[in-house]
């Protein structure tokens, strides 16, 4: 197999980055060899991953989608990816949630961030990218490749989908049964009330709801509910 993350920064553009995170997911999804693709991602060099600096939507899906591997492989230490090890919390919380720190219920970056992850980090928080990791790790069915031209839209299918199957809201009570995600992160959603707008915007409470909430952990047993929907497959 001919290597997958070219080492040439002049012949690499963030697309390419994209497409080939997508090759590495896919074969991790479905079981196919993967040794020459994590080989190849952990010799890639650094200054290569320079490039998606300059595109927002392909960086947060070339993360995305490296999440989606270390995920799903049995490489319990994480693997290499440009010469760092990592491993898939240190690319959700370093990464993906720009260096905040696990333990800050969102309000805090990580004053512990090392260089590699300074460096990569995402600018922009995106609240979904917390659905997109959960469904990496508890509902892969639910769990695609992201592209770097649909991400958003892709982002926001993994939400909805997710969402759907974990909410409960009991009007008799007016207590919704959330994803224990939003109390360990809240700062990311802006506290109760960005909470409460997030659900309500990706359709899992009723506009009018403003219930009490009660936080449920990730449910094995997700994965079971949701076989019968299809993983996303999409190529640049």
């Given at each position: 197999?001919s290597r997958?993350?070219?080492?040439?920064?002049?012949?690499?553009?963030?697309?390419?980055?994209?497409?080939?995170?997508?090759?590495?997911?896919?074969?991790?999804?479905?079981?196919?060899?993967?040794?020459?693709?994590?080989?190849?991602?952990?010799?890639?060099d650094?200054s290569?991953?320079?490039?998606?600096?300059?595109?927002?939507?392909?960086?947060?899906?070339f993360?995305?989608?490296?999440?989606g591997?270390?995920?799903?492989?049995?490489?319990?230490a994480?693997?290499?990816?440009?010469g760092m090890r990592?491993?898939?919390?240190?690319?959700?919380?370093?990464?993906?949630?720009?260096?905040?720190?696990?333990?800050?219920?969102?309000?805090?970056?990580?004053?512990f961030?090392g260089?590699?992850?300074?460096?990569?980090a995402?600018?922009?928080?995106?609240?979904?990218?917390?659905?997109?990791?959960?469904?990496?790790?508890y509902?892969p069915?639910?769990?695609?490749?992201y592209?770097?031209?649909?991400?958003n839209?892709?982002?926001?299918?993994?939400?909805?989908?997710?969402?759907?199957?974990?909410?409960?809201?009991?009007?008799?009570?007016?207590?919704a049964?959330?994803p224990?995600?939003?109390?360990?992160?809240?700062g990311?959603?802006?506290?109760?009330?960005?909470?409460?707008?997030f659900?309500?915007?990706?359709?899992?409470l009723?506009?009018?709801?403003?219930p009490?909430?009660?936080?449920?952990?990730?449910?094995?047993?997700?994965?079971?509910?949701?076989?019968?929907?299809?993983?996303?497959?999409?190529?640049?």
């Amino acid at each position: 197999m001919s290597r997958v993350f070219a080492a040439n920064a002049d012949t690499t553009t963030p697309h390419d980055l994209v497409a080939a995170s997508q090759r590495l997911l896919h074969a991790v999804h479905h079981g196919n060899r993967t040794d020459d693709l994590f080989t190849s991602l952990a010799r890639l060099d650094e200054s290569v991953l320079a490039v998606l600096g300059d595109d927002d939507r392909a960086a947060k899906a070339f993360w995305l989608n490296i999440h989606g591997a270390l995920a799903a492989d049995a490489a319990d230490a994480g693997r290499r990816v440009a010469g760092m090890r990592l491993d898939p919390e240190t690319v959700y919380h370093g990464i993906l949630r720009g260096g905040k720190w696990r333990y800050g219920f969102g309000y805090l970056q990580n004053p512990f961030q090392g260089r590699f992850g300074q460096r990569h980090a995402l600018d922009d928080l995106d609240e979904r990218i917390h659905f997109a990791v959960l469904a990496a790790q508890y509902a892969p069915q639910l769990s695609g490749t992201y592209t770097a031209t649909d991400v958003n839209a892709e982002l926001t299918e993994v939400t909805a989908d997710y969402l759907d199957g974990t909410v409960e809201y009991d009007a008799s009570v007016d207590v919704a049964h959330i994803p224990a995600v939003f109390f360990w992160h809240r700062g990311d959603f802006d506290g109760r009330s960005g909470v409460r707008a997030f659900l309500v915007t990706h359709g899992a409470l009723p506009t009018a709801a403003d219930p009490r909430f009660s936080y449920a952990h990730p449910d094995p047993d997700l994965e079971t509910s949701t076989e019968s929907r299809p993983r996303r497959e999409r190529t640049q």
